[in-house]
C-alpha cells in the first residue's frame, strides 16, 4: 500500500479551490497550512499504478502550481 506526503502549492488565490479538489479525490486527504498559503496531501492508495494515475491527475489541476514530495513509501 503505497503512502505518499506531498507539500502542494496553489495558484494565487486558489487555496481554497485546491483543497476542495483533493479533498474530493479518491485516496487524498488534504489539509491547509495554519501559517502558509500551502497545502499538505497524504496520498494513501491500494496500489503504485493508482499511485502514479492519481499523481497525474493531480499535475492537471488548474489550481495547482507545485506539487513536491516529502514522504513516500511502498511495501
Known amino acids: ?3 505518499f506526503s506531498f507539500l502542494v502549492y496553489p495558484e494565487k488565490n486558489m487555496k481554497e479551490t485546491l483543497i476542495d ?6 485516496y487524498c486527504e488534504a489539509t491547509p497550512s495554519d501559517n ?4 499538505i496531501l497524504l496520498m494513501d492508495t491500494p496500489d503504485e499504478e493508482t499511485g502514479k494515475n492519481l499523481i497525474n491527475e493531480i499535475k492537471e ?3 495547482l502550481q507545485s506539487l513536491s514530495l516529502t514522504f513516500g513509501h511502498v511495501d
Not at 479538489?21 to 479518491?26: A, G, K, R, T, Y
Open 36 to 39: 502558509e498559503d500551502v497545502v
Open 61 to 63: 489541476l488548474p489550481s
Open 21 to 26: 479538489e483533493l479533498s474530493s479525490m479518491d
Open 1 to 3: 500500500m503505497p503512502i
